[in-house]
């Protein structure tokens, strides 16, 4: 039987968080959200999260997504984790977002779109306008309803009708915002001019994919953990 104390393959609560970090990169963008600064040493994953007072088994369902495609956390496993926890994460990485990560595919995408023909950067500033749009209005439906939504079901109030959840519309909202993000870095791809410094234009491609899978890990963490979690407390509200 799977317990929630397992991590992915190789990883483990004792594990030196240097070596998890070095074998699975993508955790890296996991803790600023978590508030576990780099420079940790020695110490192991149960250490730090001890230390910073985070939940061992949030960091192992996070762990879990980024680490791998095929995970889906059980009923029990949901269970062990407190939904405060998941949404403490989901609110950090909102504000990570925002930000750090948004600001600085803004900041480096002037600097590229600088000396470009306007005819090209204005539609690539079109479409990242419209991506970052597609990615607030995500955030304010999460923490204007979804998140409320929960904290009622957990406090056994009953939902109010405007802060009803919509799975449909959760997922179309994901999938707005990958959808922009693709024609983004299809733009990119495309049509910027020979004349732009081939570093800068690779490194701009870095920065979108980077953003793009780790923005696909949150989608994941949402459809995976989030929802399963809605589904599995209104079921109970419900017997």
């Not at 978590?34 to 985070?54: A, D, M, R, T, Y």
């Amino acid at each position: 039987m799977k317990n929630l104390s397992d991590f992915p393959p190789k990883l483990s609560p004792k594990m030196k968080m240097a070596d998890a970090i070095n074998q699975y990169h993508s955790l890296l963008t996991v803790l600023p959200r978590l508030n576990i600064p780099l420079g940790f040493g020695e110490k192991s994953i149960e250490q730090l999260c001890s230390e910073h007072h985070v939940s061992l088994p949030l960091f192992t369902l996070i762990s879990r997504v980024y680490c791998q495609e095929d995970y889906y956390p059980t009923a029990n496993e949901l269970q062990q984790c407190p939904m405060a926890d998941i949404l403490q994460y989901l609110v950090s990485s909102h504000k990570d977002y925002l930000e750090n990560k948004l600001p600085h595919i803004e900041h480096h995408l002037n600097i590229l779109l600088e000396p470009m023909d306007r005819k090209y950067s204005t539609l690539i500033t079109n479409f990242y306008a419209e991506f970052r749009k597609e990615m607030e209005k995500h955030f304010r439906y999460e923490e204007e309803v979804i998140f409320p939504y929960l904290r009622q079901i957990l406090s056994e109030q009953e939902a109010t009708e405007s802060a009803t959840y919509q799975k449909n519309t959760f997922h179309q909202q994901h999938d707005d915002i990958e959808d922009t993000l693709n024609d983004l870095s299809n733009l990119l791809l495309k049509y910027i001019p020979a004349e732009i410094s081939p570093v800068e234009r690779v490194d701009m491609l870095l920065d979108v994919y980077a953003l793009s899978n780790d923005i696909a890990r949150h989608a994941m963490m949402e459809n995976r953990i989030l929802v399963p979690y809605i589904q599995l407390l209104e079921s109970k509200r419900h017997d």
